[in-house]
């Protein structure tokens, strides 16, 4: 029979592959799944054979995945619609030429030119789109660094429109002549090749007006690329060089490719002009900087020497001059006390108190003291900056914390921690926070310490237990806190703390108070009636209360008992979907119905029984809602078959039985001759390799034979032979026993022998037997033709 | 006139969605990802009522790398045995073309290829 018509015509038909299409790109799509189909190119078509066939699966996947690709990069294209994202031919050829993946990104907006800096905002950004011919030109425009400190009509801010060049030599050139027509130049301005002209030009009309002359004229080659050349030749500037440019010059470097974004040059270029740089003078106030102690070792100071640099911040001398002196007495006054005490030993538990008074004193903020200390902390935070905040709040939090819990293992961290303040501080050039902290304390000194220390008390017995390095942030929330745990805590200090006010526990008080009373004192009874309250409230209670709650087990277990007893099981909450999958057939329906009606008859029953015994609290079964669904699945032979795993299962199709010398009467079914059993290929093909089991078979038949032939003479002998036809393969014979004596020996070889000698009778007989057999049914089957077999006619 | 009869049996066609033969193929190295989506996807078919046929399990291929242990030719001769199994499987449908894409959009698991083909009729 040939093959079925295929479900599917893979010359008609069309393939499509599953992609991961990521939900966030094209929001268009309504089904919202994580896949789409993408489909592939049509060489599917009909160059690959059938599925069932067993195709080649690496081609197809390597053909896919190309396809894939190509496809993404189409559609990413198509997706961005900006034009700034459209690749040109011209930016892919670009971007495959630098090496990255064509896949229809411009991995181009994220490259900038070395030395350009970032790209500007308003523009697409990013490396511009070399044309072919000028990539083998080198660079075309040229940049002007020189002309920038001279001149103030040339700021950094033109450098966004316009581009400019640096070239290389200059052809020599008239400079007026130059000046001349680059000021015409000068004026169409957004020309790119024209407009660094203009710029050159202007400084070289300023220069040639100066007289001097050959710098300026090199000065005007500006840009002019090699100093030597460029102070050499002299030449001019101005729409000269635009001419020349067309004609000879070789350029450096150039602006052009991001539209003039320069920051500074790519190429260094050695000014022809030295131009002094504005005068960068600033009035600092030393003395808001915090010099590192110089307890410290040379690195530090060494460190700290450069932490003064030229970019601290101006300070306003005349401002606040009073209350700069101020503060800067209290601050070096306490940088002393702090030094002194502080530095040599660290181990050492030094001025924990001190700390701890004007730390106190500072938080508590109390007089004016506090409240200057507040305003100079706010001043200085307003000066020092945002950043700054944080610092100073970690500042002011870390030396309460310093203070209040003092214990020497900390102290190390905490001055660690303080260094790093004060270098921070340093460095943002203000030590508002850290110095004016320290200042008020150290003015106010013993007089607030006792306030101070009074003040903070309540909510430090709380706030001592807290671990120092964790909560330092934190710690003013956690004051506030603190004070209202303690008062809470007040409350509770009481022990009549385990008194409930619960109505379930109210017969047991009740109860106990009674027996109590009866038997002892009054005393002795509200003491056991405390007790028996602070047992309810540990917990305590007796089964007798859980009574309903026993009762609904047992109900429920017996229902869970009871289908499962008919081998169903109860509907959990995934298997919804198998609810909904499988349709509701006649047949199951019929077997649900049939199943309550069996549970209603129980039920029933149960109640009954039940009933009788007075125990109520069973719930009828018919009450139950439990639903059972029996799962059928539909299935097809396929899919069967299939379940099988395939490193056992190899199916195989089962044929017609198809003769190969064509039909020719005799039926379907032959016996073979030898056998006497039907022939089919499988017992061909065993043939060889199950002789043994084919001997088994057919040793039923020679032993019909043989009762019938020779029944009586060979009988007893027979059953020996056969007997003994089997010790051959006797495992007793076989093996050796460990220790052996020479009689054992010769007796087990004695007796294989024998074996074999009677099993070689055995298969003779059989052998004669067989032949006799085949010439007996080749006679029966004379009238026949061979070729159809013979049948053996068993009587 | 002439076109309106033509326009509504126009859409009196589109109304009623044209069912194709599909199949679907579904290969993967991973057994239970490839069982979890074939599952996933009759047991979608057969929600929106479609006509399915499957899965029908193709023999697992199976690649054989066997190499020797010993980075040099010193040493007893021991191999490494490695291999990878490929497992495929395909159901059939008589669907219309985008019930089948919304079917097969839900269940994405990692690791299995699926493909979908569609008998042009």
Redesign the interface.
């Given at each position: 029979m040939g093959k079925k018509k295929a479900f599917i015509d893979k010359k008609k038909a069309v393939t499509y592959n599953l992609v991961y299409r990521d939900p966030t790109d094209d929001p268009e799509d309504e089904d919202g799944g994580q896949g789409t189909l993408a489909p592939i190119g049509g060489h599917r078509g009909g160059a690959h054979p059938i599925p069932d066939d067993y195709p080649e699966y690496y081609d197809d996947e390597g053909s896919v995945y190309d396809s894939e690709y190509s496809l993404a990069m189409s559609r990413s294209a198509a997706a961005h619609h900006d034009s700034s994202y459209s690749l040109s031919e011209e930016r892919r050829r670009e971007l495959l030429a630098l090496g990255f993946p064509d896949d229809g990104y411009d991995y181009l907006k994220h490259l900038r030119d070395l030395g350009r800096g970032r790209a500007p905002a308003g523009k697409a950004g990013g490396v511009a789109t070399i044309p072919e011919d000028q990539e083998l030109d080198g660079f075309d425009d040229d940049e002007d660094g020189a002309d920038g400190g001279g001149d103030g009509e040339w700021q950094e801010g033109s450098d966004s429109e316009e581009d400019f060049t640096i070239y290389d030599q200059e052809p020599a050139q008239n400079p007026n002549a130059g000046a001349a027509a680059a000021a015409a130049a000068a004026a169409a301005a957004a020309q790119r090749s024209k407009l660094d002209a203009a710029a050159l030009a202007a400084a070289a009309a300023a220069a040639a007006a100066d007289g001097a002359g050959p710098s300026t004229s090199a000065g005007g080659g500006g840009g002019g690329g090699r100093a030597a050349a460029s102070a050499a030749a002299g030449p001019g500037p101005g729409s000269a060089r635009a001419a020349a440019r067309s004609a000879a010059a070789r350029s450096i470097a150039t602006t052009a490719r991001t539209q003039g974004s320069a920051v500074g040059p790519s190429v260094y270029v050695p000014a022809v002009r030295l131009v002094p740089p504005k005068a960068d003078v600033k009035v600092v106030d030393a003395r808001r900087l915090v010099v590192r102690p110089t307890g410290h070792d040379e690195a530090a100071a060494a460190a700290a020497l450069t932490e003064v640099t030229a970019l601290a911040r101006q300070t306003e001398l005349h401002g606040k001059r009073g209350k700069l002196y101020q503060d800067m007495d209290e601050v070096e006054k306490s940088m002393a006390a702090m030094e002194n005490g502080n530095d040599p030993n660290r181990k050492e538990v030094v001025e924990g108190d001190e700390w701890a008074d004007w730390l106190d004193e500072f938080v508590a903020g109390g007089g004016d003291d506090g409240d200057g200390a507040a305003a100079a902390v706010g001043g200085g935070r307003a000066e020092a900056g945002g950043a700054e905040d944080e610092n100073d709040e970690d500042g002011g939090d870390e030396e309460e914390g310093g203070g209040t819990s003092e214990e020497p293992e900390e102290y190390e961290e905490e001055d660690e921690w303080r260094a790093r303040h004060r270098r921070r501080q340093q460095q943002e050039g203000g030590t508002a926070a850290g110095g004016t902290a320290a200042a008020p304390p150290s003015q106010a000194g013993p007089a607030a310490a006792a306030g101070g220390v009074g003040g903070v008390g309540a909510a430090s017995v709380a706030s001592s237990y807290w671990r120092r390095p964790e909560r330092r942030d934190r710690r003013e929330g956690f004051e506030a806190l603190d004070a209202q745990f303690e008062r809470l805590a007040v409350e509770y200090d009481d022990d009549e703390i385990g008194a409930l006010d619960d109505g379930r526990y109210d017969d047991d008080d009740g109860e106990g108070d009674d027996d109590d009373e009866e038997e002892e004192g009054g005393a002795a009874a509200a003491a056991a009636a405390a007790a028996a309250r602070r047992k309810a409230a540990a917990g305590a209670c007796e089964i007798s209360d859980f009574a309903d709650v026993l009762d609904e087990f047992l109900s429920e277990h017996r229902a869970t008992e009871s289908l499962e007893a008919e081998g169903l099981k109860q509907l959990q909450v995934s298997d919804d979907v198998a609810l909904l999958a499988s349709r509701p057939d006649p047949e199951a329906l019929a077997a649900t119905r049939a199943r309550l009606q069996r549970q209603v008859e129980a039920a029933a029953a149960a109640a009954a029984a039940a009933g009788a015994a007075g125990a109520g609290d069973d719930e009828p079964p018919a009450a139950m809602r439990t639903i059972v669904v029996q799962e059928a699945e539909r299935w097809d032979c396929e899919s069967v078959l299939s379940l099988t795993s395939n490193l056992e299962n190899h199916p195989g199709k089962i044929v017609e039985p198809q003769r190969r010398t064509g039909g020719r009467g005799g039926g379907l079914i032959r016996l073979s001759a030898k056998t006497g059993m039907p022939v089919t290929r499988g017992s061909v093909r065993d043939g060889g390799g199950g002789g043994g089991a084919v001997l088994a078979a057919g040793g039923t038949i020679p032993e019909e034979g043989e009762q019938e032939g020779e029944e009586g003479e060979e009988e007893g002998g027979e059953d020996s032979e056969s007997e003994e036809g089997g010790s051959v393969l006797d495992p007793a014979m076989l093996s050796r026993r460990k220790g052996e004596t020479a009689e054992e020996r010769k007796a087990r070889k004695a007796a294989v022998k024998e074996a074999r000698r009677n099993q070689r009778t055995a298969k003779k007989e059989m052998k004669n037997m067989f032949r006799q057999q085949a010439t007996r049914a080749q006679k029966q089957s004379a009238g026949r033709s061979q070729a159809a077999g013979s049948t053996y006619v068993i009587p | 006139m002439a076109s309106k009869p033509g326009v509504e049996k126009a859409g009196v066609e589109a109304e009623a969605p044209q069912v194709h033969?599909?199949?679907i193929?579904l290969?993967s190295k991973n057994v239970k990802n490839l069982e979890k989506v074939c599952a996933d996807l009759i047991?979608g078919a057969?929600?929106k009522q479609l006509k399915v046929?499957?899965?029908?399990?193709?023999?697992?291929?199976v690649l054989r790398i066997t190499t020797r242990k010993a980075p040099s030719g010193q040493g007893t001769n021991t191999f490494d045995r490695f291999e990878m199994r490929?497992h495929?499987r395909?159901i059939?449908l008589h669907s219309p073309a985008d019930v089948v894409?919304?079917i097969?959009?839900?269940s994405?698991e990692p690791g299995v290829?699926?493909?979908?083909?569609?008998?042009?009729m």
């Open positions: - | 033969r599909i199949r193929t290969t047991k057969k929600e046929k499957g899965p029908v399990r193709m023999p697992t291929k490929i495929k395909l059939d894409k919304q097969t959009s839900i994405i290829e699926v493909e979908v083909t569609i008998a042009d």
